[in-house]
Nanobody
Framework: QVQLVESGGGSVQAGGSLRLSCAAS????????ITWFRQAPGKEREGVSC???????VYADSVKGRFTISRDNTKNTVYLQMNSLKPEDTAVYYC???????????????????WGKGTLVTVYS
C-alpha cells in the first residue's frame, strides 16, 4: 500500500523541541521531494519546509533558523526537527511528496503525488 505516515507530534511547552517523521511505504523517497505543510484551526494550509532529491532545502520565513528538514533514505523517512517552538507553531503538520524537486514560489498544494494524514503539534505557553 502506497502511503505517507507522519508521526512525532505531541504537546510541548514553548521553547521546546519536537521531531516529526514522514515515513513512506509502497514507494521509495529517493525520487521524491518532500514538503511539510501545517494547518492551524481556522487557517489555510501553509508550507513550512521542503527538501528536494538533490538536497536543496526551502524554509518558510516563520521557521527559518528554528526548523531543520532532513532525510534518511535507508529508512525511507524525512524528518522535521523543530526547535524553539512557539504557540503559533500549533497546527496539524502534513507531509507531501512530489517528483524530484520542490515546487516553486508559493508553496502550492496542488501537484503532489502523495499526502499523509497529519500529526498534531500543540505548543503551550
Amino acid at each position: 500500500q502506497v502511503q505517507l505516515v507522519e508521526s512525532g507530534g505531541g504537546s510541548v511547552q514553548a521553547g521546546g523541541s519536537l521531531r516529526l517523521s514522514c515515513a513512506a511505504s509502497g514507494f521509495t523517497l529517493d525520487y521524491y521531494a518532500i514538503t511539510w505543510f501545517r494547518q492551524a484551526p481556522g487557517k489555510e494550509r501553509e508550507g513550512v519546509s521542503c527538501l528536494s532529491t538533490d538536497g536543496g532545502t526551502v524554509y518558510a520565513d516563520s521557521v527559518k533558523g528554528r526548523f531543520t528538514i532532513s532525510r534518511d533514505n535507508t529508512k525511507n523517512t524525512v524528518y522535521l526537527q523543530m526547535n524553539s517552538l512557539k504557540p503559533e507553531d500549533t497546527a496539524v503538520y502534513y507531509c507531501a511528496a512530489e517528483k524530484y524537486y520542490c515546487s516553486g514560489y508559493g508553496w502550492p498544494t496542488s501537484g503532489k503525488d502523495y499526502w499523509g494524514k497529519g500529526t498534531l503539534v500543540t505548543v503551550y505557553s
